[in-house]
């Protein structure tokens, strides 16, 4: 036998819609409160604070690039303080090769003396081709933008420093804002720079060592004059560079300070953007919690059927 069941559908009034929409909203609030409590934000959607999101994406974006300037210039001030402190103890081998070449004009040495130059020079030579050589993490500081390249090498074949094989230094920093300035010299211009003096002398540092040795070796008066002239220039040249290296070392520090304070200002830009107020959260969430409990307390008290009633 067949029987038919009857579906009763309840029809919600206009009054227990409006509740019902109305308990929606308190705890829609009392969410919010309560992830902005968790989060310390106020803004997790577009939707949030449309007006908002544009600026604070704008700071988000200067903030983090920002913070990669400084980095960078962290890991290049590394470098720069290396090269600075490696052109510092080539000055002072160039110095000790000067007093050498002044020891040599002495007309009294005597043939043990006369090799005991010649063989400090040649130690000179490979300090100063260590110097030259000088890595950090794996990356030569005077081989220019070929920094993964040995710029000298010593050829025991022709028992001298082989040619430069680095490459040229357009390496640039930035400050905050963009302004490039310039962190590097290529090792050539530094340790066999092929100009001259206003005398015609070399400036390179290799070829005053070479000529040094060359002149001890052959006992030479004048060639150990003329030495101490190469060496000098040599010394002058290098001088210069330490110079170069000196001033980015003090761009480096006004940038990272700049960074620093630019960072600080973009945190607390960013701050009042998206934190959250949580004395008003809490009190939101107090607030919510309130009139939930007193809107279904006066839900109850209604004489015709409660709330309970549609939902279950």
């Known amino acids: 036998m067949e029987r038919n069941f009857a579906i009763m559908i309840t029809t919600l009034s206009s009054s227990d819609t409006a509740f019902l929409r109305a308990v929606e909203k308190i705890q829609q609030r009392a969410e919010r409160a309560q992830k902005e409590l968790a989060s310390g934000k106020r803004i997790f959607a577009a939707s949030d604070e449309?007006?908002?999101?544009?600026?604070?994406?704008t700071t988000r974006a200067e903030l983090e690039s920002t913070e990669q300037i400084a980095n960078n210039l962290s890991r290049t001030k590394a470098e720069v303080d290396a090269a600075e402190n490696g052109?510092?103890?080539?000055?002072?081998?160039l110095d000790r090769a000067r007093t050498l070449a002044a020891q040599g004009l002495n007309s009294f040495n005597a043939d043990s003396t006369w090799k005991a130059l010649s063989l400090e020079v040649s130690d000179l030579t490979q300090q100063m081709l260590n110097v030259s050589n000088l890595a950090i993490e794996g990356r030569f500081v005077y081989s220019g933008n070929s920094d993964t390249v040995q710029p000298f090498d010593f050829d025991p074949t022709l028992e001298d420093v082989t040619?430069?094989?680095?490459?040229?230094?357009?390496?640039?920093?930035?400050?905050?804002?963009?302004?490039?300035f310039k962190v590097a010299r290529p090792g050539d211009a530094i340790f066999d720079n092929?100009?001259?003096?206003?005398n015609g002398l070399s400036k390179s540092v290799f070829g005053a060592l070479r000529g040094l040795r060359?002149?001890?070796?052959?006992?030479?008066?004048?060639?150990?004059?003329?030495?101490?002239?190469?060496?000098e220039t040599a010394t002058r040249n290098?001088?210069?560079?330490?110079?170069?290296?000196?001033?980015?070392?003090?761009?480096?520090?006004e940038a990272t300070a700049a960074a620093d304070t630019m960072s600080l200002s973009l945190k607390s830009q960013l701050s009042r953007l998206e934190d959250a107020d949580l004395t008003e959260s809490i009190l939101?969430?107090?607030?919510?919690?309130?009139?939930?409990?007193?809107?279904?307390?006066v839900r109850s008290q209604r004489q015709n059927r409660s709330l309970f009633d549609f939902i279950g």
């Open 50 to 57: 449309p007006d908002g999101v544009s600026p604070l994406l």
């Open 238 to 253: 290098v001088s210069n560079e330490l110079s170069f290296y000196g001033a980015a070392q003090r761009r480096i520090t």
């Open 214 to 231: 060359n002149a001890l070796e052959s006992r030479d008066p004048e060639a150990l004059r003329t030495s101490i002239q190469s060496v």
């Open 163 to 180: 040619s430069y094989a680095g490459g040229p230094a357009t390496r640039q920093s930035l400050f905050p804002g963009g302004n490039p």
């Open 87 to 93: 052109l510092q103890t080539a000055i002072k081998i």
């Open 194 to 198: 092929s100009g001259v003096d206003d």
């Open 284 to 297: 939101e969430t107090q607030q919510s919690r309130f009139q939930l409990e007193a809107a279904f307390q």
